[in-house]
């Protein structure tokens, strides 16, 4: 059974910086595309950025290109999300993701991904 359990979500000001973490259990991280997506209150869940396997590719959603950034630690079985020049419109649930397909190609769309996070709340004070 596949396990993610995001961590790092806290109140910051504006401008400020965060690192979220996503830990993978159950299979074998190294062989999984990962997704970070976030939910803010009334809003339906955005992607924020996606890794392959083996970091080679990665991909940015519109709002977040260029102040956040997508890595991975195969050895470490985690994924992070380093998050800089925080912004108020950045306050949200965020998600890490997996699809069921090992060794896939990166996705951008929540319907393919087949594993969830519980989520970690991040807000942005102004």
């Known amino acids: 059974q596949v396990q993610l359990v995001e961590s790092g979500g806290t109140l910051v000001q504006a401008g400020g910086s965060l690192k979220l973490t996503c830990k993978m259990s159950?299979?074998?991280?190294?062989?999984?595309?990962m997704g970070w997506f976030r939910q803010a209150p009334g809003k339906e869940r955005e992607f924020v950025a996606a890794?392959?396997?083996?970091?080679?590719?990665?991909k940015y959603g519109d709002s977040v290109k260029g102040r956040f950034t997508i890595s991975r630690d195969n050895r470490k079985r985690t994924l992070y999300l380093q998050m800089n020049n925080l912004q108020p419109t950045d306050t949200a649930v965020y998600y890490c993701?997996?699809?069921?397909?090992?060794?896939?190609?990166?996705?951008?769309?929540?319907?393919?991904?087949?594993?969830w996070g519980q989520g970690t709340q991040v807000t942005v004070s102004s």
């Open positions: 159950g299979r074998d991280f190294t062989q999984y595309m």
């Open positions: 890794i392959t396997y083996i970091s080679a590719l990665t």
């Open positions: 993701a997996a699809p069921r397909q090992t060794y896939g190609s990166i996705h951008t769309t929540a319907q393919n991904y087949d594993y």
